[in-house]
């Protein structure tokens, strides 16, 4: 009886077990299906960073550079900068003045770099966002390595607690048939 108990408790340890493991599982697929978004966003602020500092070749810093300045927010700027340059010369009399045509060459020189900075700073944000997305990546990981070491470890006791019992079991009954055959053999039994 006590071996069927066992084997009971055996079984049910081993499900408890499985079933901690598929909880486990589920847990860290989910957390990895949930920062994968900031990985990816991670990876392309890195690449398109290293693309504008220039640090992934010319030609890939020559096609961010002019990304930018063929873009739509580079020449809205430019546009509302130059008209306001130009309205404010021709209402001062400045319109042909060298200082005119120097003020519309440094405007397009320092919106151009403000919009470096200003992407150079996003790029570092989408690496910042991968980075800790890395880090929640790797905890879940180890909380994924204990649950499932814990798992394992629960399941190896059941298995020991089951041998134990039965290993009990039969040296209890051995015990008994040994007594049983000592008492008829000394004519203990009537």
Do not use: C, W
């Not at 690449?47 to 990304?67: F, P």
């Not at 546009?79 to 009399?93: D, F, P, Y």
């Not at 070491?149 to 040296?171: C, E, G, R």
């Amino acid at each position: 009886m006590a071996a069927n108990q066992a084997g009971k408790a055996n079984a049910s340890q081993q499900q408890a077990a499985r079933s901690q493991l598929e909880l486990a599982q589920r847990q860290y697929d989910t957390m990895q299906d949930q920062i994968q978004p900031y990985l990816e966003a991670g990876q392309t602020g890195l690449t398109d960073y290293g693309d504008l500092l220039g640090a992934n070749g010319v030609d890939a810093q020559n096609n961010a550079i002019s990304g930018i300045k063929n873009g739509a927010q580079f020449q809205g700027d430019m546009q509302t900068a130059n008209e306001n340059i130009l309205a404010n010369a021709s209402a001062t009399g400045g319109l042909r003045g060298s200082n005119t045509s120097n003020i519309l060459a440094n405007t397009s020189i320092n919106t151009l770099n403000n919009l470096i900075t200003q992407r150079l700073a996003g790029y570092g944000q989408l690496m910042n966002n991968g980075l800790n997305s890395i880090s929640a990546s790797q905890a879940a990981s180890n909380v994924y390595q204990n649950n499932s070491n814990q798992a394992t470890q629960n399941s190896a006791n059941a298995s020991s607690q089951y041998d134990a019992a039965l290993s009990n079991s039969f040296k209890s009954g051995l015990g008994s048939i040994t007594q049983g055959i000592n008492a008829f053999a000394g004519g203990g039994l009537t």
